[in-house]
T-cell receptor, first 114, second 111 residues
Framework: GENVEQHPSTLSVQEGDSAVIKCTYSDSASNYFPWYKQELGKGPQLIIDIRSNVGEKKDQRIAVTLNKTAKHFSLHITETQPEDSAVYFCAALPPYNQGGKLIFGQGTELSVKP | DTAVSQTPKYLVTQMGNDKSIKCEQNLGHDTMYWYKQDSKKFLKIMFSYNNKELIINETVPNRFSPKSPDKAHLNLHINSLELGDSAVYFC??????????FGEGSRLTVL
């Protein structure tokens, strides 16, 4: 089955710097890769996603890149702000005939210092 | 209006007790899930229902029993609670296999 590895587990940056979180997946048939942000005491919330037919997607200060050959995808946050501090999860979705089950990475705790 | 609401938010109970967590979504989604988040923040799917039908049942002890009375509700009942059941349990919903909308979580502490 699909396995998703996420690094780093913790990341501390200064306000205004960029942050990059990387994930690798094992099942080359996976075709959907969302990123979720979980603030303290809340449930995870989708912030950006990418499908396997696209290499990059941007939404204001966040972007996601996908390298299907290498089976890895990354989240880039530019001009970080204290409110970006949260736990970020990547995930991969194998084809529906394998259960339609979103597989999450282990999470990255991002801390943005003012 | 809260999209995915689950109750209670906090649950403290003794080992061996039985407890339930309720979940309701008002998004009109057809698929609902239960996820368990352990102390290391790892999110693991437990169950998934599509239109009241169980479609994903991970390797979860039989003490855990989901029930979906209709497609807007998915409840989780846990029998004979153990210390290792302590975690945050998240309900989520989606339209087909799409964006997951999570509830705020129910923190279960077993003493």
């Amino acid at each position: 089955g699909e396995n998703v590895e996420q690094h780093p587990s913790t990341l501390s940056v200064q306000e205004g710097d960029s942050a990059v979180i990387k994930c690798t997946y094992s099942d080359s048939a996976s075709n959907y890769f969302p990123w979720y942000k979980q603030e303290l005491g809340k449930g995870p919330q989708l912030i950006i996603d990418i499908r396997s037919n696209v290499g990059e997607k941007k939404d204001q200060r966040i972007a996601v890149t996908l390298n299907k050959t290498a089976k890895h995808f990354s989240l880039h946050i530019t001009e970080t702000q204290p409110e970006d501090s949260a736990v970020y999860f990547c995930a991969a979705l194998p084809p529906y005939n394998q259960g339609g089950k979103l597989i999450f990475g282990q999470g990255t705790e991002l801390s943005v210092k003012p | 209006d809260t999209a995915v609401s689950q109750t209670p938010k906090y649950l403290v109970t003794q080992m061996g007790n039985d407890k339930s967590i309720k979940c309701e979504q008002n998004l009109g989604h057809d698929t609902m899930y239960w996820y368990k988040q352990d102390s290391k923040k790892f999110l693991k799917i437990m169950f998934s229902y599509n239109n009241k039908e169980l479609i994903i049942n991970e390797t979860v002890p039989n003490r855990f029993s989901p029930k979906s009375p209709d497609k807007a509700h998915l409840n989780l009942h846990i029998n004979s609670l153990e210390l290792g059941d302590s975690a945050v349990y998240f309900c989520a919903s989606s339209l087909g296999i799409g964006e997951l909308f999570f509830g705020e979580g129910s923190r279960l502490t077993v003493l």
